[in-house]
């Protein structure tokens, strides 16, 4: 399955200047050329001043210089919607895809079906779920990604995000902007993080160290749903694990979502399972949009269930204008926490998530094993169960715990 050697292979780096702003081509005339196809967003003015802004358009997840070494082919985009676009156009004959979850290019099944050289798509960061696994299963295209990259990151991201929405941050912040002064309408919906109830749906490695990193506003309980039981050595006193997700949401102050986005967790938090929630409580999704459904957060907000939302993820990425989680309240006026989709991708993370892009690369190309933690599918099958559970192997199962 996986391609011969293709080490050592050196080739004059043809770069195209006049190429449009959103395209970057560099080519080769290697008999043995791989065709790598990367959709990364638009920096702009910030990654030319930063080159560690890796994850961007322009400086390509720092792979260019190599892979021109190499003799290959990189076409990196961030125009990607529609049949007209960059990436659909250039994936007919790609056999490497570069995608993040940050700037998704949306690899659906038919979109698969015309790629007809496509052998290995790349996450760079955690979360595949813009690529349709089944369908990739059903080419044997193996479907890899930075496992561990974003964890730190996106459990800090967390973090503050509960703080903001208990703390009634954003509405303060806003008062100060706006040139005003008025404590009595912050402090009526400003609470103390001590003495909640916490809760964590998915206790993988993100949920896992956002745990970790509660222990210490004394919280009353932390608790945490998952269909894997924590390593033995990982087990914490103070940590309780709730066989059921709705017993869980009915008891927490506070709900944070760190678990993957696949068929049975799409739309998991809709009318029915926020109606379980306590009445005033927050909701805090870093995971995947999709994972909550929209319209039901935001009555719910509107209703006062619940008392807030945050999170930078939405189930549509770059999220429209118009996405009701933009302008979705609470009674209050508040309880809005929303940012975009920047949890993971610290300048910190995209050192570790673009180096792990060129080691999955590298192994493919020199025909060496894949980390088993980054492999999802691979050979018609799925190799891990982040994404639902399986009837079939599991080699790469990432259970709960870090």
């Known amino acids: 399955m996986l391609p011969l050697l293709r080490s050592q292979l050196s080739t004059k780096l043809l770069t195209r200047n006049t190429l449009p702003t959103n395209l970057r081509r560099l080519s080769t005339t290697s008999p043995n050329m791989v065709k790598v196809l990367a959709v990364l967003y638009k920096g702009g003015k910030a990654a030319e001043e930063e080159p560690r ?69 790349v996450t760079a960061g955690v979360g595949s779920d813009h690529i349709d696994l089944n369908a990739a299963n059903e080419k044997k295209i193996t479907v890899a990604e930075v496992s561990g990259s974003n964890v730190v990151s996106v459990a800090e991201h967390v973090v503050m995000s509960i703080l903001l929405l208990v703390r009634n941050f954003v509405p303060a912040h806003e008062q100060i902007l706006a040139d005003d002064w008025n404590v009595a309408e912050i402090a009526r919906n400003a609470f103390d993080l001590e003495g909640k109830v916490v809760g964590t749906v998915g206790c993988g490695r993100i949920g896992y160290r956002v745990l970790e990193r509660l222990q210490g506003f004394n919280c009353k309980e932390l608790l945490w749903f998952d269909y894997t039981d924590l390593p033995e050595d990982k087990k914490k006193s103070n940590f ?46 870093t995971a995947r949009g999709a994972i909550a459904d929209r319209a039901a957060v935001k009555r719910a907000l509107e209703s006062g269930h619940l008392n807030g939302y945050a999170g930078d993820v939405w189930d549509v990425q770059p999220s429209p204008k118009d996405h009701p989680w933009r302008h979705a309240f609470n009674t209050l006026g508040g309880g809005n926490g929303m940012v975009p989709h920047y949890s993971g991708t610290t300048l910190d993370a995209q050192i570790r998530y673009a180096n792990g892009t060129k080691d999955i690369i590298q192994r493919y190309l020199s025909g060496q094993e894949q980390e088993h933690a980054n492999v999802i599918v691979t050979d018609g099958d799925y190799a891990s169960k982040a994404y639902g559970q399986r009837e079939k192997k599991a080699t790469g199962q990432k259970p709960a715990g870090p």
């Open 53 to 121: 802004l890796l994850g961007t358009l322009e400086n390509s997840l720092g792979i260019a210089d190599w892979l021109k070494k190499e003799g290959h082919e990189l076409v990196v985009t961030d125009d990607k919607e529609g049949p007209n676009s960059v990436f659909q156009k250039e994936l007919a004959d790609a056999e490497i895809l570069i995608t993040t979850p940050f700037h998704p290019g949306y690899l659906t099944a038919d979109l698969i079906q015309k790629a007809k050289n496509l052998k290995l798509c």
């Open 240 to 285: 309780k694990r709730v066989d059921k997700l709705e017993d869980l949401v009915a008891q927490c102050d506070v709900v944070t979502i760190n678990c993957p986005l696949h068929e049975k967790t799409k739309g998991l938090f809709n009318d029915e399972l926020i109606s379980k929630m306590k009445k005033g409580s927050w909701l805090v999704n």
